[in-house]
Each structure stands twice: as structure tokens, then as C-alpha cells.
């Protein structure tokens, strides 16, 4: 009986200890083979295209780059960092608040609406060049851009999840007679995140590839600024390199966002 | 404490469609009324006038003397919805609580009335982890839990089974023999009316108005015997036919 129980235990022990084996073997293939299929898709694009080593290095060229010029990487990278998260976060504050207002006060939505669809179809080198001109290329030129090319998706959303409130609990509110920063606070903004979180990772991701794409244009500082300056120095490992730093900024803050919003998402938790 | 209620003259216009017209009637405080009737016989729309929530196009209503907007506004009023009002990120406790926070009035316990409504055990479950019965147990909990003046009830256990929903009456006797309040109580259920109610409105559609009203003569507490007593077979007959063969007729 005992023994029988020890066997039992110890098929128990290897079992799980199998299946731990198992989940350990397919998360490392999950992330070696993407690399190692896409190194080797580099190598064999390199052989086939038969290409000079400035459009299209090695990637050990690459991560030598990577390692010589961190300093430099790191110091464009933080500018660009800044530039995206102040033009994020100055969109989400517009965006939202401008849905708010739309809520609150139907009417003003009359009155900006059209102004804020006209902003969103401007093509953005045409604001660049215009911002320029009366701005010069500093710092705020490129947040102001990035703001404008991130809030429109904050502002629909946000409005659309304001108004998703079931009108069950809007009665019910009116019956209670709770007071408009209730039914903002408490009802309506709540209603509204799964809608906001949705988004996030539009905004995200385009905050960050406009702060670059103007850095490009007209900065003289920020990874932008770097791709066109390795561009004209003929060093296409440093493009490769911040081609590389820019998709993993991306993906980490895809990732992050992804992660804070599922946990503010009451609507996805539920799920769970 | 309770409130009376006087209707007088009472319409409701939507366009061209008249959901309410020339509607009269007067609940003493404390008085228990139930109004039947088929679909689109103003029921309902009756009862969003005197919530406030929708205003009449010709007549008045008066609570305790007072316009249904002031009314409101002092908070005395509860309205049990039909469909559960509830918030879906909510826990069924902090749900009833949200009523009393944003009133301002401390009412029922939530735990307490949560219990008495059969839901002990679940008061932390979310709305989707509850079944629609018991969902619509925690809406009714919510939309009374700051013990308003007035309450309304729209068709507030046509979601629950049958015994559930003996429970529930049975609990809103016991509680208005303890402390009476004026009741509002719309339903499609004959049997619940009989038991429940002072008097019945019975309503007749397109367009809506009062068809008659029937007095409950019956001593309370109204047990479950009350069920086979001759004064219930008799009162529940008379609805019968009137909903069944008077309106037909009619129409």
C-alpha cells in the first residue's frame, strides 16, 4: 500500500515534472524559431539580393553597431521617447476630454467636430511644414504633431463609450437623482474604458511612428533624425539598428499598454 | 412618511400614438396598487410619469402635494426595473451600496437585504457570474435600498421562477405590514396582483386608459391559504374575465 502510494507519487512528480519540461521547450522555440527564421530569411536575402553591405548588412554588423554606438542610440532614443509620450499623453488628455465635453454639453460637439475631422485629414507633412515654418523645428513643433495625429481615435472611442451607457441605468440614475460627477464619475467614464483601452493601441503605436517619421523630417535630434543621418553617411547597419530599436520601443509599449489595459478593462476580465 | 398620490386628467402623447389619455385615480399613503393590462396599455408609461422620467402631455400629477420632479428630487422614490439595472463591474453588495452612496440615504443593510432575497453566499459574485433570476434579485435589492417613499415596481419577478417570485411577494408583504409605504406595482400576473394589492388597475390599450379598478377585500398578512380562499378564486375570476372576454369584446 505504502510503496504503492510512493509509486503513485513519483509517477505523479515526473509527470508534472514532464509537463514543466514540456512548457519550458515550446516557450523557448516560440522565441528562438522567429529569430532564427528571420535571420536566416536576412542571410539568404542577402545572398540572393546580392546587394552592397549599406542597404543591406550583416546582422553581426548590425549588432556590433547596436553595441559600438549605444550611447549614441540611447541619447536619440530618450529625445524620441519623450517627444511620443508627451504627444500621447497630451492627445489622450484632448481626446478625452474633448468627449467629455461632448457628453456633458451636446452642442460643443456641433461646434468642433467638423474642426477636428478637418485636422484628422490633413496630411500630416503638410502640418509639419506649416508647424515648422511658424514654430521652428524644436521640441514642441513634434509634440504638437503627434498630438494631433493620436487623438482622434481617443476622442471617437471615448465618446462612443461614454454614450454606451444602457439607458436602464441612466433611468436609474435620474430616479436616485445622482448628480452629474456621479454619472460621469461613476457610471459613464467607467462604461467608456473598455472603448478607451481599444483606443490606446491605435494612439500608442502611432504616436510613436509619427514622433519618428518628423524627427526624419525636421529634427535634428531623436531616432528619426538618426536614420537620416546614417542614410547620408552610407551606414546601413545603423539604420538596421535603429530599425531595430524602434520595433522593439513599439512592441514594448504595445506590450505594456496591452497589459495596463487589460487590467483597467473590466468588460476583458470578465472573460477570465 | 408614506405618500399619497393624486393623477388627475393624466395623457401621454408619443406623436401620433396616445399611450395614456384621461387617466384619474387617487392612492391613499401606504395604499398597495397594482396595474394590469395587456401590452401597450400604458402600464408602464403611467408609471415613468410619476417617476419623473417621462413628464404628461396633459393633466398633472401630484405626489404628497408635490410635482413628481420635486418629488424626485428629495430621492423618495424607487423604481424596480423590469430589466436589471444594474452595473456590470459591480459586485452584487457594492451594487446596493452604490444606491445608497449616491442618495445619500442609509436605508436596508445590503448584506441583510441581500440575505432576505435568497442571495447569501453570492453578495461578492459580479453580475455575469449570477444567474437572470438572481440578477434581477440584486436589481431589486439596489433599487430599493435606500427605502424610498414611493416605490414602483415594473414587472420586478417576471425574470424569477415561481417560487422565487412567491418569496419575493412575500417578503415585500411582510415588509409593508412592518412599515407601510405606497406601492406602485405594474404586472402581468393575476394570481400576484390578487395577493399583493389593496386595489388593481385594470388597463385597456390604444388608447391607454383605466378600464376599471377592483378592490382586494382581504384581511392581511395574506398567507398562502389566501391562495385557495373564495374571496382570491372570486377577485381573480372577475380579472380574468374582465382582461380575457370584456377587452376582446372591445376590441
Not at chain 1, 451636446?106 to 477636428?116: C, G, L, N, Q, T
Not at chain 1, 525636421?218 to 545603423?238: K, V
Not at chain 2, 433599487?143 to 425574470?159: G, K, N, Q, T, V
Request: glycine residues 6%.
Amino acid at each position: 500500500m505504502r510503496s504503492a502510494d510512493t509509486i503513485n507519487a513519483r509517477v505523479a512528480f515526473d509527470s508534472h515534472r514532464s509537463r514543466t519540461m514540456r512548457r519550458v521547450w515550446t516557450t523557448t522555440l516560440k522565441i528562438v524559431l522567429p529569430i532564427a527564421s528571420i535571420i536566416g530569411l536576412w542571410y539568404f536575402a542577402i545572398y540572393a539580393s546580392g546587394l552592397p553591405s549599406y542597404v543591406i548588412p550583416e546582422p553581426t554588423a548590425v549588432l556590433n553597431s547596436l553595441i559600438v554606438n549605444r550611447a549614441l542610440f540611447f541619447e536619440h532614443f530618450v529625445y524620441t521617447l519623450q517627444v511620443a509620450l508627451t504627444g500621447y499623453v497630451l492627445a489622450n488628455v484632448i481626446g478625452i476630454g474633448l468627449a467629455i465635453l461632448f457628453v456633458a454639453l451636446p452642442i460643443s460637439r456641433d461646434a468642433v467636430m467638423p474642426a477636428a475631422i478637418s485636422i484628422r485629414n490633413v496630411p500630416y507633412v503638410i502640418m509639419v511644414t506649416v508647424l515648422a515654418l511658424a514654430m521652428g523645428d524644436g521640441f514642441w513643433t513634434k509634440v504638437i504633431i503627434v498630438t494631433m495625429a493620436g487623438f482622434f481615435p481617443v476622442l471617437v472611442n471615448t465618446y462612443r463609450g461614454l454614450k454606451s451607457v444602457d439607458p436602464i441605468i441612466l433611468d436609474r440614475m435620474r430616479i436616485l437623482d445622482a448628480s452629474l460627477w456621479n454619472v460621469f464619475v461613476r457610471v459613464r467614464i467607467p462604461y467608456s474604458v473598455p472603448y478607451m483601452v481599444a483606443a490606446q493601441e491605435i494612439t500608442g503605436s502611432s504616436s510613436i511612428v509619427i514622433a519618428i517619421s518628423v524627427e526624419w523630417m525636421i529634427s535634428r535630434s531623436g531616432l528619426g533624425y538618426l536614420i537620416n543621418q546614417s542614410m547620408m553617411a552610407y551606414a546601413g547597419e545603423r539604420v538596421y539598428a535603429v530599425a531595430l530599436i524602434s520595433a522593439a520601443f513599439s512592441f514594448g509599449a504595445y506590450s505594456l499598454i496591452h497589459f495596463l489595459g487589460g487590467r483597467l478593462n473590466w468588460a476583458e476580465r470578465k472573460d477570465r | 412618511m408614506a405618500v399619497n398620490i393624486k393623477i388627475t386628467n393624466v395623457g401621454r402623447r408619443f406623436g401620433q400614438l396616445k399611450a395614456l389619455t384621461n387617466v384619474n385615480l387617487e392612492v391613499a399613503a401606504g395604499e398597495f396598487i397594482a396595474f394590469i393590462g395587456p401590452s401597450g396599455c400604458g402600464k408602464t408609461t403611467l408609471l415613468r410619469c410619476v417617476a419623473d422620467l417621462e413628464t404628461v402631455s396633459e393633466g398633472e400629477i401630484m405626489i404628497g402635494g408635490d410635482a413628481p420632479q420635486k418629488v424626485r428630487k428629495a430621492r423618495k422614490l424607487g423604481l424596480i426595473s423590469q430589466r436589471p439595472a444594474v452595473l456590470p463591474w459591480k459586485r452584487a453588495v457594492d451594487d446596493v451600496r452604490f444606491t445608497q452612496e449616491v442618495t445619500g440615504r442609509a436605508g436596508f443593510s445590503p448584506d441583510d437585504i441581500l440575505s432576505d432575497f435568497g442571495l447569501a453566499g453570492h453578495e461578492k459574485k459580479r453580475p455575469h457570474e449570477l444567474s437572470g433570476g438572481m440578477l434581477q434579485r440584486v436589481n431589486c435589492a439596489s433599487a430599493i435600498a435606500h427605502d424610498p417613499e414611493l416605490l414602483m415596481m415594473d414587472e420586478p419577478f417576471s425574470a424569477l421562477d415561481e417560487m422565487k417570485r412567491e418569496e419575493m411577494g412575500e417578503w415585500f408583504a411582510a415588509e409593508l405590514q412592518k412599515r407601510p409605504r405606497t406601492v406602485l406595482f405594474v404586472t402581468h400576473h393575476i394570481d400576484e396582483a390578487v395577493l399583493l394589492s389593496d386595489r388593481i388597475v385594470v388597463m385597456s390599450p390604444s388608447p391607454g386608459r383605466i378600464h376599471a379598478i377592483v378592490s382586494v377585500d382581504a384581511p392581511r398578512p395574506r398567507n398562502r391559504e389566501f391562495r385557495t380562499s373564495p374571496a382570491f378564486v372570486e377577485t381573480t375570476a372577475r380579472l380574468r374575465h374582465m382582461l380575457f372576454n370584456e377587452m376582446r369584446s372591445a376590441a
